[in-house]
C-alpha cells in the first residue's frame, strides 16, 4: 500500500516543469489588460441599454393589448398641465381638459402646472427624425457611392488625388456643429431655389425668362438638414464603399473587358454587385449616426415645438420637404436642457429615448440582414 508520502502530491514541485520568463508573464498580463479593457466596453454599453430599458420601456410599452402605449406614439407633444386637489391627488391633462377639471373641482382646487413638451406625444418627432433621414439616406448614397467608384476605378493615382483622400479623411473629424454652421450658410441661406420675386437677401439673382433662379436658401427645412446631415457622414460613406470596391477582386474586372464590356458595365454588372453587401451596411449604420446628431438639424431643420405635421397645410412632396419639423436628438435635448426636470419631463425624456434607441437598433439589424442576404445572392 502506498504511504502519503509517496502520492504524486507529495512529491513537490515538477522539477522537469518549464518556468514562465518574464516575457510570459508580460504577454499574460497585457493579454489580460486587453480583455478587462474590452469587458469594460461591454458592461459600459450594457449599463446604458439596462438604465435606458429599465426607465423608458414602462413609457412606451404597456401590459394591456396591444402592449404599447399608442397615445404616446401617435400624438403630437403638447405642454402637460398637473392639477392638484386639496386632498393631494395629482390630475395630469392636456390644455383643452385644464378648464374641464378645475370646474369639476370647484372650491376642491388647490393649484396647477403645467410641464412644457411632457404631454401627448413623440409622433412629430418621429416624422420629422423619418423625413430627414429618407433625405439624408438619399443624398450621402448617391454622392457616396459615386465619389467612390471614381476614386477606386476611373482615377489615376497621383499627388492630387492623394490630397482628396487625405481631405476626405480629414473632413470626418470635422466637429459636427461646423456642418450645422455649414448648412446654415450654404443650404439654409444660401441655396438656388426657383422664384417668381427674389427676397432682398438673396445673394444672386439669374433670370430665366419664365422664371428666377436666386441663391436665397431653402430656410430651416427638411432639405436644409438632410443635405446637412448627408455631408456629416458623406467622409464616412466615401472611405466604406471605396474599401468595399478594392476588396473585389481584380479579375472580375479583366474578365469583364476581356468578353467586351465596357469600363462601366463592368463597373455595374461585375463590381458593384459583389461590394454592394459591404456598401450597404456601412452606409446604413453611418445614417444611424447621421440620425442622432442634434447640432447640424438644430441650426438647419428642427423646432422644439410645432402642432402640426409637415404634410398638414401643404400639397405636394415639395411642400412636405420644405417644412421645418421636429426630431427626436433636438426633441431629447430640449426635455433635458431647457426646461426645468420634474418626474413628468423624466419620464418623457426616458420614453423619447427609449423609441430612438428601437430606431437606430432597427436600422443597424437591417442593414446585417440586408448583408446577409446579398452576400448569399452574389457569392465569389
Not at 404597456?62 to 390630475?91: C, R
Not at 448648412?183 to 437677401?201: N, Q, T, W
Request: aromatic share 10%; charged share 15%.
Amino acid at each position: 500500500m502506498q504511504s502519503p508520502s509517496d502520492s504524486p502530491a507529495a512529491a513537490g514541485p515538477n522539477p522537469f516543469a518549464k518556468h514562465k520568463s518574464r516575457r510570459e508573464l508580460h504577454e499574460w498580463l497585457t493579454r489580460w489588460i486587453l480583455r478587462a479593457a474590452t469587458y469594460a466596453v461591454l458592461v459600459a454599453t450594457a449599463a446604458i441599454f439596462i438604465h435606458i430599458i429599465v426607465k423608458g420601456a414602462p413609457i412606451v410599452l404597456s401590459t394591456q393589448a396591444p402592449f404599447v402605449n399608442t397615445a404616446f406614439l401617435t400624438k403630437l407633444p403638447e405642454t402637460m398641465h398637473i392639477i392638484e386637489d386639496k386632498q393631494g391627488k395629482i390630475y395630469e391633462t392636456d390644455p383643452k381638459g385644464s378648464d374641464v377639471i378645475k370646474q369639476q373641482l370647484g372650491d376642491n382646487f388647490r393649484q396647477e402646472k403645467t410641464v412644457s413638451y411632457s404631454g401627448g406625444g413623440i409622433l412629430g418627432p418621429i416624422v420629422g427624425t423619418t423625413l430627414l433621414v429618407a433625405v439624408c439616406m438619399a443624398v450621402a448614397l448617391f454622392l457616396g457611392i459615386s465619389a467612390a467608384i471614381y476614386l477606386n476605378e476611373y482615377s489615376k493615382h497621383g499627388r492630387f488625388i492623394e490630397m482628396v483622400r487625405l481631405a476626405i479623411l480629414n473632413l470626418a473629424g470635422v466637429p459636427s456643429v461646423v456642418f450645422g454652421l455649414f448648412g446654415l450658410s450654404a443650404f439654409v441661406l444660401g441655396a438656388p431655389r426657383l422664384v417668381d420675386v427674389p427676397l432682398e437677401r438673396s445673394l444672386l439673382v439669374i433670370p430665366l425668362g419664365f422664371t428666377n433662379l436666386s441663391f436665397e436658401g431653402w430656410d430651416t427645412s427638411v432639405l436644409a438638414g438632410g443635405f446637412t446631415l448627408a455631408f456629416v457622414i458623406l467622409p464616412v460613406v466615401i472611405t466604406a464603399c471605396e474599401e468595399c470596391l478594392k476588396a473585389v477582386p481584380q479579375g472580375f474586372r479583366e474578365t469583364s473587358l476581356a468578353l467586351g464590356a465596357t469600363k462601366w458595365q463592368t463597373i455595374w454588372k461585375s463590381v458593384l454587385p459583389f461590394a454592394l453587401p459591404g456598401i450597404l451596411t456601412s452606409s446604413i449604420l453611418g445614417i444611424a449616426r447621421a440620425a442622432g446628431e442634434t447640432a447640424p438639424i438644430m441650426f438647419t431643420a428642427a423646432l422644439a415645438f410645432k402642432d402640426k405635421l409637415p404634410w398638414q397645410g401643404n400639397s405636394g412632396l415639395m411642400g412636405t420637404l420644405t417644412e421645418s419639423v421636429q426630431a427626436l436628438p433636438y426633441h431629447i435635448y430640449t426635455l433635458a436642457a431647457r426646461i426645468p426636470q420634474n418626474e413628468w419631463s423624466e419620464r418623457a425624456q426616458y420614453g423619447s429615448v427609449f423609441v430612438f434607441l428601437v430606431l437606430v437598433m432597427s436600422l443597424a439589424a437591417s442593414s446585417v440582414l440586408l448583408r446577409r442576404k446579398l452576400r448569399a445572392k452574389y457569392k465569389w
